[in-house]
């Protein structure tokens, strides 16, 4: 069965950090991209950051971009997310995914077939 944890969220103040780590378990999916997504209340989800099976390839949200660092240890099956200069707008749900299909690479939503429970992040002002 596959599963897909995540864990470091939390309260921080404007302009703190936090890292996110994403473990995955019940399979191997090192052919993968894999993706964290947020969704605020009332909001939909959003794409946050996404990489490639390799790990040389990434793509950003505008939002988030030269703020955020995505990673991935594929030996250890494990994915981060690296946030700094955090805003309250960043405050959400934050899920890791694995998407469906090997080497397709994609910074939408759709197409990612495996999610994890989410981490709550809080940015307060």
């Known amino acids: 069965q596959v599963q897909l944890v995540e864990s470091g969220g939390g309260l921080v103040q404007a302009g703190g950090s936090l890292t996110l780590s994403c473990a995955v378990s019940g399979r191997t999916f090192s052919r993968y991209t894999w993706g964290w997504f947020r969704q605020a209340s009332g909001k939909e989800r959003e794409s946050v950051a996404v990489?490639?099976?390799?790990?040389?390839?990434?793509a950003y949200a505008d939002s988030v971009k030269g703020r955020f660092t995505i990673s991935r240890n594929n030996a250890k099956n494990t994915m981060s997310l690296q946030m700094n200069s955090l805003k309250p707008e960043d405050t959400a749900v934050y899920y890791c995914?694995?998407?469906?299909?090997?080497?397709?690479?994609?910074?939408?939503?759709?197409?990612?077939?495996?999610w994890g429970q989410g981490t709550q992040v809080t940015v307060s002002s």
């Open positions: 990489i490639n099976w390799s790990g040389d390839r990434t």
């Open positions: 995914a694995v998407h469906a299909t090997a080497y397709y690479f994609s910074l939408a939503r759709d197409g990612y077939r495996y």
